[in-house]
T-cell receptor, first 112, second 114 residues
Framework: GENVEQHPSTLSVQEGDSAVIKCTYS??????FPWYKQELGKGPQLIID?????GEKKDQRIAVTLNKTAKHFSLHITETQPEDSAVYFC???????????FGTGTRLKVLA | DTGVSQDPRHKITKRGQNVTFRCDPI?????LYWYRQTLGQGPEFLTY????????KSRLLSDRFSAERPKGSFSTLEIQRTEQGDSAMYLC????????????FGSGTQLSVL
């Protein structure tokens, strides 16, 4: 089945710096790649996603890049703010299924 | 509030008891998912419905777990004869088939089995 790995597991950055989280997957036929943010006591919330026909997508301070050949995609957060502190998950739906396999998460701490 | 709603938010039960959770998806969403999340882990897929039909169930899911979505709207997840290992956050998510991919999650039900 699909294998999804996420790194790093924890990440601390100074406010204003950038943060990058990487996700690797195994199913080369997967074609949709979302990132979710989970705050304490809440369910995950979709923050950005990308389809396999593009290499990069931006939404203000957040961007996702995709390397289909290497089977990995990354979340980039620029000009980090304290409210960016949360756990971030990547997810991949294996081809031929509508379920999503989530990564193990990255705890991001933005230090003021 | 038009988001995904889950009830209860917290449930404490004794080992061996049965528990039932409810999920109300976003009204026009026809696909509904149940996930389980333990501390420090990502959500783990349990099952999903397309309207009232249960289309996929995790092979790891014990037969003590059952889910229903009788009218294609709300869903219930029942755990029979609970065990301490069932302690987790149970998350419900829904999506509109036309857009297919974007999952919207509820805030979850935190289950503690004593």
């Amino acid at each position: 089945g699909e294998n999804v790995e996420q790194h790093p597991s924890t990440l601390s950055v100074q406010e204003g710096d950038s943060a990058v989280i990487k996700c690797t997957y195994s199913d080369s036929a997967s074609n949709y790649f979302p990132w979710y943010k989970q705050e304490l006591g809440k369910g995950p919330q979709l923050i950005i996603d990308i389809r396999s026909n593009v290499g990069e997508k931006k939404d203000q301070r957040i961007a996702v890049t995709l390397n289909k050949t290497a089977k990995h995609f990354s979340l980039h957060i620029t000009e980090t703010q304290p409210e960016d502190s949360a756990v971030y998950f990547c997810a991949v739906p294996p081809s031929g299924t509508y379920k999503y396999i989530f990564g193990t998460g990255t705890r991001l701490k933005v230090l003021a | 509030d038009t988001g995904v709603s889950q009830d209860p938010r917290h449930k404490i039960t004794k080992r061996g008891q049965n528990v039932t959770f409810r999920c109300d998806p976003i009204s026009e969403h026809n696909r509904l998912y149940w996930y389980r999340q333990t501390l420090g882990q990502g959500p783990e897929f349990l099952t999903y419905f397309q309207n009232e039909a249960q289309l996929e169930k995790s092979r790891l899911l014990s037969d003590r777990f059952s889910a229903e979505r009788p009218k294609g709207s709300f869903s219930t997840l029942e755990i029979q004869r609970t065990e301490q290992g069932d302690s987790a956050m149970y998350l419900c998510a829904s999506t509109l088939t036309a857009t297919n991919e974007k999952l919207f999650f509820g805030s979850g039900t935190q289950l503690s089995v004593l």
